[in-house]
């Protein structure tokens, strides 16, 4: 399925699924309204670009951080720019760069890259009938397979790294689950031959500035993340744009003209 002839009210990605679980509506404000106020930082200029470094590192092409990262820092529509932390960024890089291939091949060994930045676009037939004409939208940022098991891998830049509570938040492990679960249906392939991983990034770390670690991925856990997708689509579909004004204080709406 090609999600360009999919609707754009009938797609929902990780990242609409995400903010809907933060607040409907700041979903409400950002994807049926159509006012997004946030186009971008450093640290997404800076992600950007390791992520399209990682995806050539891989496929064996040649690379070019510098130019790829003055390109992103372009883009952004910044009052200014944090030079401090951007030099930073220059600085981390490399270092995290020289990693990637090396701890790919220390934690898979001999492997076969099955796909980069694959495009997820199927159709959400978990919940009831009349939601059947929505349909899930991601990329996938690596899939190695090892004789019949096939690994996902989704890259997160961050800091020096992540504590318990973020390696084990639902939502954070979700996106992984909900990658499993399509694509093993996209290609037809059983769950159980799937396993998915974060591969950590890490710009402030000491040493180990690649992190590459499983998180489990069995049927509760995909019955459970299914669930938060199924009632999202329901009250999406039925309006129900309730406020979560515990995360208001931390939103970039509130007390604005979106959200007085």
């Known amino acids: ?3 360009n002839d999919v609707k754009k009210e009938s797609r929902i990605s990780f990242s609409q699924l995400k903010i809907w679980k933060e607040c409907a509506f700041k979903h409400k404000i950002i994807y049926i309204d159509d006012n997004k106020l946030f186009t971008g930082n450093e640290y997404t200029a800076f992600g950007t670009s390791i992520h399209t470094v990682c995806e050539h590192l891989v496929m064996g092409k040649d690379h070019d951080f510098e ?3 003055k390109d992103e820092l372009a883009k952004l529509s910044l009052p200014e720019i944090n030079e401090k932390l951007v030099s930073d960024m220059w600085l981390a890089a490399p270092k995290i760069i020289e990693e990637v291939l090396p701890s790919l091949q220390e934690g898979f060994s001999e492997f076969e ?6 495009e997820l676009c199927e159709q959400i037939d978990e919940s009831e009938n009349h939601y059947e004409k929505n349909v899930f939208k991601g990329f996938i940022d690596l899939v190695l397979k090892i004789d019949d098991t096939y690994h996902i891998i989704d890259w997160k830049t961050c800091s020096w790294g992540w ?3 973020r390696r084990t938040d639902p939502m954070s492990v979700y ?11 996209k290609h037809n392939i059983p ?3 799937i396993k998915v991983h974060f591969g950590l990034l890490k710009r402030t770390a000491k040493k180990d500035f690649v992190e590459i670690f499983e998180t489990t991925s069995g049927k509760k856990r995909i019955d459970n993340s299914l669930k938060v997708l199924s ?7 039925n309006k129900n744009f309730t406020k979560n004004k515990l995360s208001c ?4 709406y509130y007390k604005t003209e979106y959200c007085p």
Do not use: G, P, T
Request: net charge negative; charged share 30%.
């Open 1 to 3: 399925m090609n999600c």
């Open 67 to 69: 130019k790829i990262f």
């Open 113 to 118: 890259v099955f796909s980069v930045e694959e």
């Open 163 to 165: 504590n318990f509570q």
């Open 175 to 185: 996106q992984l689950i909900y990658y499993k679960h399509f694509f093993a249906k």
């Open 191 to 193: 769950e159980d031959k």
């Open 231 to 237: 009632n999202a689509i329901h009250n999406i579909e």
């Open 249 to 252: 204080n931390r939103c970039e």
